[in-house]
């Protein structure tokens, strides 16, 4: 079964998967990768925030 007809429907679902959809889909790869925590060994202090210290003035 196919979602468009062969034509000018085919031309324009192509051109918004390739234009639209597949860019969107490596940004939100590209994004969530970085999200991830570092994996690299030997790294002095996580970038997370959890090796600051707060002094509260009381």
Do not use: F, H, I, Y
Not at 31 to 48: H, M, Q
């Amino acid at each position: 079964m196919e979602t468009s007809q062969p034509g000018p429907e085919l031309a324009t679902a192509v051109a918004m998967a390739v234009c639209a959809e597949l860019p969107m889909a490596a940004l939100c790869t590209v994004l969530a990768v970085r999200a991830l925590p570092s994996r690299t060994r030997g790294k002095s202090s996580d970038t997370d925030g959890s090796d600051l210290q707060v002094n509260a003035a009381t």
